[in-house]
C-alpha cells in the first residue's frame, strides 16, 4: 500500500513517516509547512505542499501517487490558541478533514487513520480513562478532535472506508535527535527551556486531589506512539470496513512534581520548582487504559519516562548547544 501522512513534515508526522517506510510501507508526505520541518522527511519520501483545505491538490496527490491509505495528523493543535480562535480551529480541522475526507472517497481510498487526542475527554473523574469514558472537551481544539472523530465514523460507516481514530495522550522523546520536537508548549521541553536559561522550572497548582498535589498526567513515546500508527493501518488493511477508537498511553500517571525531578536528575540540573496558580481547566489525573489498543492491535508502549526524557534532551541540546554546559 501506500499512504499519505498528512502533517509527516512535524513533530509526530516525521515519527510516523520514519515508522512507516521502517515497517515496509510506501508513504507519501502532505505539509503545508507552517509548523513542519521539510528536513524531517526522509530522502526518497515524496513531498507535496499544500493545504488540507485545497480539494484540488489533494485530488491529484492521490491520483498520482495511487494513494490507498491516509494517515491524517495535519491540524492546529495549542489549546490556549484554540479558545482565542476557534473560528480557525474548525475551519483548520474540521472543515480540513471534511474536505479530506470527500477526496478520499471520491478516490475510493481504502483506509484511514484519524489523528485524535485525549483531549476529547475533558476533566474525567476516573482513575482509568477508557475509550468510554464519556466525552466532554473543555476547549474548541478537544471539540474539533471529537466532532473529526464523528465525521471520520460516520464516513467509514456510509461509504464502506476503513478507519480508526486513535487519541493520544501526553507524547514526549525523540527517535533520533533531529526528530525532536522545536515547540515549546508541553511540559518536557518548558522545563528544558527553564533550565536553559538557568531558571526554576513552574508548576502550576500543587493542591490538586493527586498524591503530591500537582497534576499527574500520562506520558507516551512519540516512537511508540508512531508504532501505534503502523499497527493500525496494517489493522485496517487486513479487514475492510473495520472501525477503530483507540486510547494510545502507557496507563501510568507521571506527576508533574515527579516528571521535574527525573528531568533534574536525567540532565545534572538542580532546580526546584516554583509553583504558579493552577491553570483553569486543567483536570488533576488523566491516565490512559490502553487495553483496548493492546487487544486490537497487538501493540504496546516499550518506553518508559526516562527515555522519552533522554531522547528528548538530546534533541534539545542539538539546538540548544548552551543548555548541555549547565
Not at 88 to 102: F, K, M, Q, S, W
Not at 228 to 237: E, G, S
Not at 244 to 257: A, K, Q
Not at 280 to 299: F, I, K
Amino acid at each position: 500500500m501506500t499512504w499519505l501522512i498528512t502533517g509527516g513534515a512535524g513533530y509526530i508526522g516525521a515519527h510516523v513517516v520514519r515508522a512507516m517506510t521502517e515497517a515496509g510501507e510506501q508513504a507519501v508526505v502532505y505539509d503545508d509547512l507552517s509548523t513542519g520541518i521539510a528536513e524531517r522527511v526522509p530522502a526518497g519520501v515524496p513531498l507535496v505542499t499544500g493545504s488540507t483545505l485545497d480539494a484540488e491538490r489533494i485530488a491529484h496527490t492521490l491520483a498520482d501517487h495511487e494513494v490507498t491509505g491516509v494517515v491524517h495528523l495535519a491540524a492546529k493543535k495549542q489549546v490556549g490558541e484554540s479558545v482565542d480562535r476557534p473560528l480557525h480551529y474548525y475551519r483548520e480541522n474540521v472543515e480540513g478533514l471534511r474536505v479530506l475526507l470527500e477526496a478520499v472517497t471520491t478516490a475510493r481510498v481504502a483506509s484511514f487513520v484519524f489523528s485524535s487526542s485525549a483531549a476529547v475527554y475533558g476533566m474525567p473523574d476516573v482513575q482509568l480513562v477508557t475509550e468510554e469514558t464519556p466525552c466532554a472537551p473543555m476547549s474548541p481544539y478537544g471539540e474539533t478532535k471529537l466532532a473529526g472523530e464523528w465525521l471520520v465514523r460516520a464516513t467509514g460507516r456510509a461509504t464502506g472506508l476503513s478507519t480508526a481514530s486513535l487519541r493520544y495522550f501526553n507524547v514526549a522523546g525523540a527517535a533520533a535527535p533531529e526528530l525532536a520536537d522545536t515547540g515549546v508548549f508541553n511540559l518536557i521541553p518548558m522545563v528544558f527551556e527553564k533550565l536553559t536559561e538557568n531558571a526554576a522550572p513552574r508548576v502550576f497548582g500543587d493542591d490538586y486531589a493527586t498524591p503530591d498535589g500537582t497534576c499527574v498526567r500520562d506520558y507516551i513515546h512519540v516512537a511508540d506512539l508512531a508504532e501505534a500508527h503502523v499497527a493500525a493501518a496494517r489493522a485496517l488493511q487486513c479487514a475492510p470496513g473495520r472501525d477503530l477508537t483507540l486510547n494510545i498511553g502507557r496507563g501510568e500517571g507521571v506527576s508533574v512534581r515527579e516528571m521535574i525531578d527525573h528531568i533534574n536528575t536525567l540532565t545534572g540540573h538542580h532546580r526546584p520548582p516554583t509553583v504558579h496558580p493552577p491553570r483553569p481547566g486543567d483536570p488533576a489525573r488523566v491516565v490512559a487504559s490502553a487495553d483496548r489498543a493492546t487487544a486490537e492491535l497487538g501493540w504496546k508502549a516499550k518506553h518508559d519516562v526516562q527515555d522519552m526524557i533522554a531522547s528528548a534532551w538530546e534533541g534539545w541540546v542539538r539546538l540548544h548547544p548552551e543548555a548541555g554546559r549547565g
